[in-house]
């Protein structure tokens, strides 16, 4: 599949929804963290090129550690979509930025290399889950009391491995990006689950 370029209408839908976060106490520079979460998850992830030119034009993205850090925050997104909309869509996307990236730009830098499946790990993953799930944790957690491994997938892996993590995003960047990868697939539980 050829990535999405930049179109007028996907030109105006990204300054529509820039020029929206404004009125927000969410801060400035997380606008493009909810378009990517919702790309990771849609018929056409590689609209995340598009996303990555309409960036890169800002002068907040002018040098190449600007650009970097950019990259670094993409693929971080799309690394904690990977459990929400399986492994292919949000490689399609981070392949469809790479091909826009100048060699000088490239971020070789990794995030969970040294990861284990700990008690760290399973602790990082209930804390996150419990604070997402505030009230019904662990009536939730009881919904998978037959199916104990997708329970021990969900708090260890999702939550624990790709959701927890915070080496790249801190909790508000993550729901910005969770959300709307779960809701751009239609999935009503998940998405209530999550708001």
């Known amino acids: ?35 990517i979460g919702t ?9 995340a090129a598009a996303l990555y030119t309409y960036l890169i034009r800002q ?17 971080e997104a799309l690394i ?19 091909e826009l990236e100048r060699p000088e730009d490239r971020d070789y830098t990794t ?6 499946a700990d008690g760290s790990n399973h602790e990082r993953g209930v804390s996150w889950f419990e604070r997402l799930y505030a009230r019904n944790a662990s009536e939730t957690l009881q919904l ?17 491995f790709y959701l927890s993590d915070r080496q790249v995003f801190n909790n508000i960047d993550t729901q910005l990006v969770v959300l709307p990868a779960i809701m751009s697939q239609n999935m009503g539980l998940g998405a209530r689950w999550h708001m």
Not at 39 to 47: I, R, Y
């Open 80 to 98: 904690m979509t990977f459990p929400i909309a399986g492994a292919c869509k949000p490689l399609e996307a981070v392949l469809a930025i790479a």
């Open 144 to 160: 998978f009391d037959a199916h104990k491994d997708i329970s021990w997938i969900s708090i260890d892996i999702t939550y624990g």
């Open 59 to 75: 002068d907040s993205y002018q040098t190449s550690e600007s650009r970097k850090l950019l990259v670094r925050r993409l693929r």
């Open 111 to 116: 995030t969970r290399t040294k990861w284990q």
């Open 1 to 35: 599949m050829e990535a999405a370029k930049l179109t007028a209408e996907l030109f105006e839908l990204f300054q529509r929804i820039e020029s929206s976060f404004k009125s927000t106490q969410l801060g400035l520079n997380r606008w493009y963290l909810l378009i």
């Open 39 to 47: 790309v990771s998850g849609s018929p056409d992830p590689t609209v």
